[in-house]
């Protein structure tokens, strides 16, 4: 098997861009999808859950790529 067909035969198996996306928590299509300042996207629920679980005095960061974030950030989209 030559490169060409190796790297064809591997963009098949990508997904379109246009696929709703995953939460970045939960792994599941986006239920009421938020954005945080750095880009990623969750399920409204689960960031609400996580930002509630950090105690007050705590930074909060991405559950993703661990960016600092202010709740007062996330973007409804």
Do not use: R
């Given at each position: 098997?030559?490169?060409?067909?190796?790297?064809?035969?591997?963009?098949?198996?990508?997904?379109?861009?246009?696929?709703?996306?995953?939460?970045?928590?939960?792994?599941?299509?986006?239920?009421?999808?938020v954005?945080?300042?750095?880009?990623?996207?969750?399920?409204?629920?689960?960031i609400?859950?996580?930002?509630?679980?950090?105690?007050?005095?705590?930074?909060?960061c991405?559950?993703?790529?661990?960016?600092?974030?202010?709740?007062?950030?996330?973007?409804?989209?």
């Amino acid at each position: 098997m030559d490169e060409e067909s190796s790297f064809e035969e591997s963009q098949q198996d990508d997904p379109p861009l246009e696929v709703a996306k995953e939460c970045g928590m939960c792994k599941h299509p986006m239920k009421d999808p938020v954005s945080t300042n750095c880009g990623h996207g969750f399920c409204w629920q689960c960031i609400n859950d996580y930002v509630q679980s950090i105690p007050a005095e705590a930074m909060m960061c991405c559950p993703v790529c661990f960016l600092d974030i202010e709740a007062y950030t996330l973007i409804l989209e």
